[in-house]
C-alpha cells in the first residue's frame, strides 16, 4: 500500500508563507497521480494543486498564482509552496494519492485512494 506522510503545516501571518512536505512510500514513480487538497471547518474538502503522472501540474483557480507543487521525483517528496496566505487559507491539508478517470477530474477528492493524516495550516 501506498504511505503518505505530511508534514510542514503551522500559522503564518495573512501574506506570509508555508511550505509543506508529503512522504510517500510504497509505489513506484508514475504510478500514481499526487495531489494536495484542504478542508476548512464546515466545508468540503477540496482540490488544491495536484501532479499527474507525466508531471504536468495542475491548480485550483482560488490558489493560482499564489502556491506552487512540485514532485522530487527522487525522493518521492510531493512539496506545496503556500505564498501569499490569506485567512481563507485555513484549512487540514491532505496529500493523495490516485488514479483519477480524466485530466478533468484530477482535484477530485473521490478519485484518490490513499491519503496522509493531514497537517493544518492557519492564517491569521
Known amino acids: 500500500d501506498v504511505q503518505l506522510v505530511e508534514s510542514g503545516g503551522g500559522s503564518a501571518q495573512a501574506g506570509g508563507s508555508l511550505r509543506l512536505s508529503c512522504v510517500a512510500s510504497?509505489?513506484?514513480?508514475?504510478?500514481?497521480?499526487m495531489g494536495w487538497f484542504r478542508q476548512a471547518p464546515g466545508k468540503e474538502r477540496e482540490g488544491v494543486a495536484a501532479?499527474?503522472?507525466?508531471?504536468?501540474?495542475v491548480y485550483a483557480d482560488s490558489i493560482k498564482g499564489r502556491f506552487t507543487v512540485s514532485l522530487d521525483q527522487v525522493k518521492n517528496i510531493l512539496v506545496l509552496q503556500l505564498n501569499n496566505l490569506t485567512p481563507e487559507d485555513t484549512a487540514v491539508y491532505y496529500c493523495a494519492a490516485g488514479h483519477p478517470k480524466s485530466l478533468y477530474r484530477v482535484l477530485w477528492s473521490s478519485d484518490y485512494q490513499y491519503w496522509g493524516q493531514g497537517t493544518q495550516v492557519t492564517v491569521s
Open positions: 510504497g509505489y513506484t514513480y508514475k504510478t500514481y497521480c
Open positions: 501532479v499527474d503522472i507525466d508531471n504536468s501540474t
